[in-house]
């Protein structure tokens, strides 16, 4: 069922689309302090969707787009999103569930976990603010405005992905635990 | 098929922290510095449409609340405007009797800007970083550290610059700091940045009695930005004189808006001045404050908040 270039077709419009949602949208939509990462969002929302180790190539890239596109050092966002990515691959096969809710939890989870390892690499490399600081005003704010995004987009990259994919690349509990 | 798997996470985290570390150690010249500034301004074209989208809604947004402005806001917004055009009229006599007595001793007017003008065409993709974009660069003349200004004040410092565009780390940015001083009291600090979107000026001496309106200037040391520009207005002091811990918030002047003219400042006429009295022949704008002539300081003291300002292509 479906054919093998259906996740690269899948990945390739999703990535496109954050892109452009990140350049065009993303500035002008800020709620206080909180911006959107519409790419972070979709490298975390294809490596629950489409799992494999061509996701992290995915999540490599849109991070890297991300930090090239804005003000922040080269290859932070592209290591965030590699680890991020490997976390939640790991947690959803681990957890063996693949319902909807749970990979709502995994995205949430991943959302926080990106955006708190962004801040503390930024503070590693000099960002003069607190921690309490960075928590509050960046890291609480763009999650949970990433999370009501990833809300509504998450289904739908699902939906697609599972149009594509071949039945046996959706990883159960029945088929074990292989870590990364 | 795990090993795989494994394999590329390696080769990418490495991949990652390699350049991340070039990316520390390398200058503003370098070669992760370029490819970013170059993929910044190619992205440029696509990042403006969402900038004329924010102005034209911005635009509907003001035009929406004039016309449900009520009576009383009328009133108000009229009255006021009958205040500021007394205080124009005030203000240019003084500016007149200024420029005759400038004459009469011989010198320049040193509150005239020069620079290039350009708009905001776009801003930060991310969170974490307060910058905006203009469509002005290195072949107008723009270079990194140069002040730039809106309408009515400083609104941040040039960062990085291509040909055709530069990007402009704002005042609001965490990473953002200006040397300033108190019009009033002539005590200085720096005025930065922070993630909650305030200004804080800091480093003020626990003794200076520092009142809300106070007004904030640009002091132009350390040569980070030209001298005597409008940042803001001292919106509140959290503490005491004497108590070392306080807290000065202070208002901007201006903030950035999408498509707004901006100038970048290449000098002031007070840095024209210094180097004419020096000798020296370099227009780097960072050169603007390299001393200030006791004649000029004692001619501008209470005009500070007046300037004109002029254009050169």
Same mark, same amino acid.
């Given at each position: 069922m479906g054919s093998p270039s259906r996740p690269w077709i899948l990945k390739t419009v999703v990535a496109v689309i954050a892109v452009l949602a990140q350049i065009i949208l993303a500035p002008y939509i800020t709620i206080g302090p909180a911006e959107p990462n519409f790419m972070a969002i979709a490298a975390i929302a294809i490596a629950l969707a489409v799992p494999g180790y061509s996701s992290y190539g995915f999540s490599f890239g849109l991070g890297l787009g991300f930090d090239l596109l804005g003000g922040g050092p080269v290859g932070t966002m592209a290591l965030t999103l590699v680890v991020i990515n490997a976390l939640a691959v790991l947690a959803y096969r681990m957890l063996g569930n693949d319902t909807l809710f749970m990979s709502y939890v995994i995205l949430f989870v991943g959302l926080l976990a990106m955006e708190l390892l962004y801040g503390i690499l930024l503070l590693a490399f000099g960002f003069e603010v607190s921690f309490g600081a960075m928590l509050v005003w960046r890291v609480l704010p763009c999650t949970l405005y990433n999370c009501l995004i990833g809300l509504a987009l998450y289904p739908v990259i699902r939906h697609f992905a599972k149009k594509g994919a071949p039945t046996d690349s959706i990883p159960t509990a029945s088929v074990g635990v292989h870590g990364l | 098929m795990p090993m795989t798997s494994r394999v590329v996470f390696g080769v990418l985290l490495l991949i990652s922290i390699l350049l991340m570390t070039v990316y520390a150690r390398e200058g503003e010249d370098g070669v992760l510095h370029s490819i970013q500034d170059g993929v910044q301004s190619i992205m440029l074209p696509i990042s403006s449409v969402g900038a004329a989208g924010e102005a034209a809604l911005d635009g509907v947004g003001q035009g929406i609340t004039d016309l449900t402005a009520d009576p009383q806001t009328l009133s108000g917004l009229r009255e006021q405007n009958e205040q500021l055009r007394a205080m124009v009229a005030q203000s240019e006599e003084y500016r007149q009797e200024a420029e005759r007595l400038q004459e009469l001793l011989n010198l320049t007017n040193r509150y005239g800007v020069s620079?290039? /003008?350009?708009?905001?065409?776009?801003? /930060? =993709?991310?969170?974490? @970083?307060?910058?905006? *974009?203009?469509?002005?660069?290195?072949?107008?003349?723009?270079?990194?550290?140069? =002040?730039?200004?809106?309408?009515?004040?400083?609104?941040?410092?040039?960062?990085?610059?291509?040909? @055709?565009?530069?990007?402009? $780390? %704002?005042? *609001?940015?965490?990473?953002?700091?200006?040397?300033? %001083?108190?019009?009033? *009291? $002539?005590?200085?600090?720096?005025? $930065?940045? *922070?993630?909650?979107?305030?200004?804080?000026?800091? @480093?003020?001496?626990?003794?200076?009695?520092v009142q809300a309106g106070d007004v904030v200037l640009t002091s132009g040391l350390g040569g980070s930005y030209v001298s005597g520009l409008l940042i803001g207005t001292v919106a509140r002091v959290e503490g005491s004189p004497g108590d070392a811990s306080r807290r000065i918030l202070v208002t901007p002047n201006s903030t950035a808006t999408s498509m707004e003219e901006v100038t970048v400042v290449f000098e002031t006429n007070s840095s024209n001045s210094n180097r004419a009295s020096s000798g020296s022949s370099s227009s780097d704008a960072s050169g603007a404050t390299a001393g200030q002539s006791s004649s000029d300081e004692a001619a501008d003291e209470g005009a500070a908040d007046e300037y004109d300002e002029t254009e050169e292509s």
């Open positions: - | 620079g290039v /003008s350009a708009h905001i065409i776009g801003r /930060s =993709t991310d969170a974490w @970083n307060q910058t905006v *974009s203009i469509d002005v660069g290195s072949d107008a003349g723009v270079k990194t550290g140069m =002040t730039v200004m809106a309408a009515a004040g400083v609104i941040g410092q040039v960062a990085s610059v291509t040909p @055709n565009s530069a990007q402009v $780390r %704002l005042l *609001s940015d965490p990473q953002s700091g200006a040397a300033a %001083l108190l019009q009033s *009291s $002539r005590a200085e600090g720096i005025v $930065r940045g *922070s993630l909650d979107g305030l200004l804080y000026l800091e @480093n003020i001496s626990a003794d200076t009695d």
